[in-house]
């Protein structure tokens, strides 16, 4: 569920600027703000550098949308939120206007208002969608030794297990049993 990818496909279709004097080398900067609509999972601000703006309500949005104008932007939320609240929440401006740019994530999207025609057409959903931050894809599933289910890697035919942690994966050693 890491919110890597989602962060990485924003970076790649933003209009990249400069940063302000002094900003670190490192961090990007976008022409579009990004929003995290409904959203407190932690990985938006920590991918996003603090740049991210926190929609956590109705009248965060409502500020939003009047601060906004007509500038495009982006937004992460949760699959569902997209076509529940938030396209019924949109303005007039922007109604039927919004769509999906990225989707490979497992619990999280990224969709940009208003859209182009390039945007549309270059949604980003060939591939089948990511277990987690690492890459793994999973095209097997068994278990472990310990009875717990492992993922078979296409790629490398390397094994992981789950562990404890519903989102942590960690790759298994052969003839190794992983906790």
């Given at each position: 569920?890491?919110?890597?990818?989602?962060?990485?496909?924003?970076?790649?279709?933003?209009?990249?600027?400069?940063?302000?004097?002094?900003?670190?080398?490192?961090?990007?900067?976008?022409?579009?703000?990004?929003?995290?609509?409904?959203?407190?999972?932690?990985?938006?601000?920590?991918?996003?550098?603090?740049?991210?703006?926190?929609?956590?309500?109705?009248?965060?949005?409502?500020?939003?949308?009047?601060?906004?104008?007509?500038?495009?932007?982006?937004?992460?939320?949760?699959?569902?939120?997209?076509?529940?609240?938030?396209?019924?929440?949109?303005?007039?401006?922007?109604?039927?206007d919004s769509c999906i740019i990225y989707k490979e994530n497992i619990k999280f999207i990224l969709i940009?208002?208003?859209?182009t025609d390039k945007d549309r057409h270059s949604r980003r959903s060939s591939r089948p969608p990511m277990?987690?931050?690492?890459?793994?894809?999973?095209?097997?599933?068994?278990?472990?030794?310990?009875?717990?289910?492992t993922l078979r890697d296409a790629a490398s035919s390397t094994s992981v297990v789950q562990t404890g942690?519903?989102?942590?994966?960690?790759?298994?050693?052969?003839?190794?049993?992983?906790?």
């Amino acid at each position: 569920w890491s919110q890597k990818g989602v962060w990485d496909a924003y970076y790649s279709a933003c209009s990249r600027v400069e940063g302000p004097p002094n900003a670190d080398p490192k961090k990007r900067f976008c022409k579009e703000e990004a929003i995290a609509y409904k959203l407190n999972w932690r990985g938006e601000t920590y991918y996003t550098q603090n740049e991210v703006i926190p929609v956590r309500d109705d009248a965060d949005w409502e500020h939003f949308i009047k601060e906004q104008g007509n500038e495009p932007f982006y937004g992460i939320m949760q699959r569902g939120r997209y076509h529940g609240g938030f396209k019924r929440n949109l303005p007039p401006r922007f109604r039927g206007d919004s769509c999906i740019i990225y989707k490979e994530n497992i619990k999280f999207i990224l969709i940009k208002v208003p859209c182009t025609d390039k945007d549309r057409h270059s949604r980003r959903s060939s591939r089948p969608p990511m277990n987690n931050s690492r890459g793994w894809r999973a095209s097997s599933i068994g278990l472990s030794a310990l009875g717990r289910p492992t993922l078979r890697d296409a790629a490398s035919s390397t094994s992981v297990v789950q562990t404890g942690r519903s989102t942590d994966m960690e790759p298994c050693a052969p003839r190794h049993v992983c906790v």
